[in-house]
């Protein structure tokens, strides 16, 4: 399997260098060097079952995996999608704390397929191109603390009660629509993997030095009262160098906050 994943992998035209590794004894190969580490290995959900239930067996994935970047290679940024992503994310910052590499703007919890998701469902019901629309989307990664700020969207727009609810429930459940359509074959893969090419290219035009460059992100936060949330961040050298506030919000998300901190 793994050689055929390499293989599969390496036939694209990216000119990136494909090598692959396989289990404990060479992941300290995999890592070492490494500026940017993307860590998608877990179980995913079945139907019926939420983030939360996939806890157990993706923890101690994560913080394996963890252990390994902190010892190889300890200044990389790592992205984040295992799930529950507000539960591994806090995880791999205790990793790093007790290996004494943690550095909150270097760990940053992958939440772009809800962006991703976002805009479709926006540009599908104002009728545009969805490269045209840019949807924040704050919060958790998990039901109703995922919170698309409909409000800003770009271009300027404005939503029906309806529309608002419509978009922000299809939006929150979003990867249960595609768990249910799966039936038991597992959740977003494809668009996910889309997703991930998104947020690491942009973290590679923050490493190299771009100006400008943000995008929304789980990260260690003191813009709400938790430790951690999702909002837009700056993404540059260090990581994620600025974490932006909430900005201008209408009742509808007020109140979506609220719940979203519960
Ligand atoms: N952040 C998001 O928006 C988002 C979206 C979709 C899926 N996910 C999550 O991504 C994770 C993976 O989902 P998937 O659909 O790709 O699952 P999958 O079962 O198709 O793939 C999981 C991969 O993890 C690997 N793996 C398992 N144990 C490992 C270990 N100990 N070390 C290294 N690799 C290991 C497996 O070999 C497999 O290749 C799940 O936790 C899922 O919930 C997150
Ligand atoms: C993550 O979000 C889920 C769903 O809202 C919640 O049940 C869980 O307690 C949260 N975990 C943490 C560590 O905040």
């Not at 293989?7 to 190969?29: C, K, N, W, Y």
């Not at 010892?71 to 992205?79: D, H, L, S, W, Y």
């Not at 270097?106 to 805009?119: E, K, P, Q, S």
């Not at 923050?206 to 993404?235: I, Y």
């Amino acid at each position: 399997m793994l050689q055929g994943v390499t293989a599969d992998i390496s036939h694209m035209d990216t000119g990136a260098v494909v090598r692959g590794f396989l289990g404990q004894p060479q992941l300290e190969s995999a890592l070492t060097g490494m500026d940017l580490v993307v860590i998608p290995a877990g179980v995913p959900r079945k139907p019926g079952m939420t983030r939360d239930d996939l806890f157990k067996i993706n923890a101690g994935i994560v913080r394996t995996l963890c252990e390994g970047v902190a010892k190889c290679c300890p200044n990389a940024i790592v992205n984040l999608i295992s799930n529950p992503v507000n539960s591994t994310v806090p995880i791999a910052a205790e990793v790093f704390k007790k290996a004494g590499t943690y550095d909150p703007k270097r760990l940053l919890g992958v939440t772009m397929l809800d962006v991703v998701r976002a805009n479709t469902f926006v540009a599908e019901v104002l009728g545009l191109d969805p490269r045209e629309v840019d949807v924040p989307v704050v919060g958790g990664h998990a039901g109703v603390t995922i919170l698309p700020l409909l409000s800003q969207a770009k271009p300027p727009s404005s939503f029906t009660p309806e529309e608002t609810e419509y978009l922000t429930k299809r939006i929150q459940d979003g990867g249960t629509e595609v768990v249910q359509a799966k039936a038991g074959a597992g959740s977003a893969t494809l668009s996910m993997a889309y997703a991930a090419v998104k947020f690491a290219d942009a973290c590679l035009r923050g490493l190299r030095g771009d100006a400008g460059v943000v995008e929304c992100a789980f990260v260690a936060s003191e813009v709400t009262e938790l430790p951690f949330f999702a909002t837009k961040v700056r993404l540059g050298r260090r990581g994620a160098e600025e974490v932006y506030q909430l900005g201008p919000l209408n009742e509808y998300e007020r109140v979506g906050t609220a719940k979203g901190e519960k």
